[in-house]
């Protein structure tokens, strides 16, 4: 049995090293070198092994073919600048220029890409694959309308190209056109069912709107063939933390780390996950924690309200049953127009939960007041469309978005009424995420609370 494990390692081994070799090293045997990785990720070990080896070989008469494998090896291995520096040696050919684009695309050269990938075309590669790729860091760059011609001059390609109904969802998605960027991404699988961009997107919509466990899935098969985006990895470790599986997500961060052992996010991400994983939890508490989390989190939007019931909490900036909990009869019936009516309305409406008015503050928590942003008559009408801007528009990452939804944080003004210890509050909420934002609202020249 030993003996016939140690054959299948040995084919495994030589899977990898002769599709490096292959003579011609061309498009075909990237994407059979693709599949190989794809099927067993442990490959990729191998492939770091053979990538080294032919370094050493070749060591002093480097000839730009070798060049050329070297630099898609190192591509398909995360190491993009790496993966630059050998291309670049690898001469005028369309695959090393197409892998050029792609190694640029994900160190977000965007201008670099796009000239790469136009060179791919015209060094013989083929033309529409390189174009639809072009169209792509043309749209990533904010060139919105010339990408959009690029797809509208490749129409042909609909319902037989998987990379052109991606783009054509990735336009969609620009335009915040979720749902039918979502059946664009559907229609990009049914034709490429590992087609990494359409995985990765589905994911994140599914991310979104709080479907965990289709995100999950999505980004698990977006892991699976090479090169992996980064931003899967570390996605999905952080909704394995939100489940408790400490251990899933510390193999994501491993997995991140071994393509990049600098990654700044990976590694801290990693750290905390070991400390979690080994916290002790009471699990029953811990259930009856996430039930009334849930609870708290309920809109008010969701029961049958009076108008006027409805204007005085969203003029108060209440939006959940949790921010009720926080508030008091007494800061009820001050904001104008809302009476005893509304008032024993609103208690009802909390009563039929189990919940009750400044419930939260009995056990000590900070005031809803103390969270809100408060009206300033002296703000220009430039500051505030600023502090009304939605906060999807600091295009936040997963963890610190999710931070923003569970404290019902919707604008940048809300998000500015709170400090850095508020915000460290939230489950899975680090020092990594806190300078985040820090640095998204210092682009808008502005701060937390406080600081």
């Known amino acids: 049995m030993g003996e016939k494990q140690t054959d299948m390692a040995e084919l495994m081994t030589t899977d990898v090293r002769a599709l490096l070799d292959r003579n011609p090293f061309d498009n075909t045997a990237v994407a059979d070198l693709c599949e190989v990785l794809g099927r067993d990720p442990s490959r990729y070990r191998t492939l770091r092994d053979a990538v080294a080896a032919m370094r050493d070989r070749e060591k002093g008469s480097m000839r730009p073919d070798i060049y050329l494998r070297l630099g898609v090896g190192e591509v398909l291995l995360g190491r993009y600048q790496s993966g630059l520096d050998a291309l670049d040696k690898a001469g005028d050919v369309g695959l090393a220029h197409f892998h050029r684009g792609l190694a640029l695309e994900n160190l977000q050269r965007w201008g670099e890409a796009a000239e790469a990938f136009e060179g791919a075309a015209k060094a013989g590669y083929d033309a529409k694959q390189a174009e639809l790729h072009r169209g792509g860091v043309l749209r990533r760059s904010g060139r919105i309308e010339e990408a959009q011609q690029i797809l509208s001059g490749l129409e042909t390609l609909a319902g037989s190209s998987a990379e052109y109904h991606y783009q054509r969802g990735s336009l969609r998605a620009a335009e915040g056109e979720l749902t039918q960027a979502a059946a664009e991404f559907e229609k990009a699988l049914s034709l490429d069912r590992d087609h990494t961009g359409a995985l990765f997107e589905l994911a994140y919509i599914n991310d979104l709107y709080g479907n965990d466990e289709a995100a999950v899935e999505y980004y698990k098969r977006c892991t699976l063939r090479p090169p992996v985006p980064l931003a899967a990895l570390i996605n999905l470790g952080v909704l394995?933390?939100?489940?408790?599986?400490?251990?899933?997500?510390?193999?994501?961060?491993?997995?991140?780390?071994?393509?990049?052992?600098?990654?700044?996010?990976?590694?801290?991400?990693?750290?905390?996950?070991?400390?979690?994983?080994?916290?002790?939890?009471?699990?029953?508490?811990?259930?009856?924690?996430?039930?009334?989390?849930?609870?708290?989190?309920?809109?008010?939007?969701?029961?049958?309200?009076?108008?006027?019931?409805?204007?005085?909490?969203?003029?108060?900036?209440?939006?959940?049953?949790?921010d009720l909990t926080r508030t008091t009869e007494a800061a009820l019936l001050a904001?104008?127009?809302?009476?005893?009516?509304?008032?024993?309305?609103?208690?009802?409406?909390?009563?039929?939960?189990?919940?009750?008015?400044?419930?939260?503050?009995?056990?000590?928590?900070?005031?809803?007041?103390?969270?809100?942003?408060?009206?300033?008559?002296?703000?220009?009408?430039?500051?505030?469309?600023?502090?009304?801007?939605?906060?999807?528009?600091?295009?936040?990452?997963?963890?610190?978005?999710?931070?923003?939804?569970?404290?019902?944080?919707?604008?940048?003004?809300?998000?500015?009424?709170?400090?850095?210890?508020?915000?460290?509050?939230?489950?899975?909420?680090?020092?990594?995420?806190?300078?985040?934002?820090?640095?998204?609202?210092?682009?808008?020249?502005?701060k937390l609370k406080n600081e």
């Open 335 to 446: 904001s104008k127009n809302f009476g005893e009516t509304s008032l024993s309305e609103i208690k009802e409406m909390m009563s039929s939960k189990g919940l009750r008015l400044g419930m939260a503050l009995e056990g000590g928590e900070r005031a809803a007041s103390d969270l809100r942003v408060e009206p300033v008559e002296e703000l220009s009408q430039e500051e505030k469309a600023l502090l009304a801007k939605p906060i999807s528009d600091l295009n936040l990452s997963v963890r610190a978005r999710k931070c923003m939804t569970k404290l019902g944080i919707q604008t940048v003004g809300e998000l500015i009424a709170h400090t850095g210890d508020e915000l460290m509050e939230c489950k899975n909420f680090g020092v990594t995420s806190l300078n985040e934002v820090r640095e998204k609202l210092a682009e808008f020249n502005l």
């Open 240 to 322: 394995y933390e939100d489940e408790m599986r400490f251990r899933d997500a510390e193999s994501c961060y491993r997995r991140v780390l071994a393509f990049d052992p600098n990654h700044s996010r990976a590694r801290l991400f990693f750290k905390d996950c070991r400390a979690s994983k080994d916290m002790y939890y009471d699990e029953e508490a811990e259930r009856g924690f996430t039930v009334l989390r849930q609870l708290l989190e309920i809109p008010v939007t969701d029961f049958e309200l009076s108008v006027r019931s409805r204007n005085c909490l969203r003029k108060m900036n209440i939006r959940t049953l949790g």
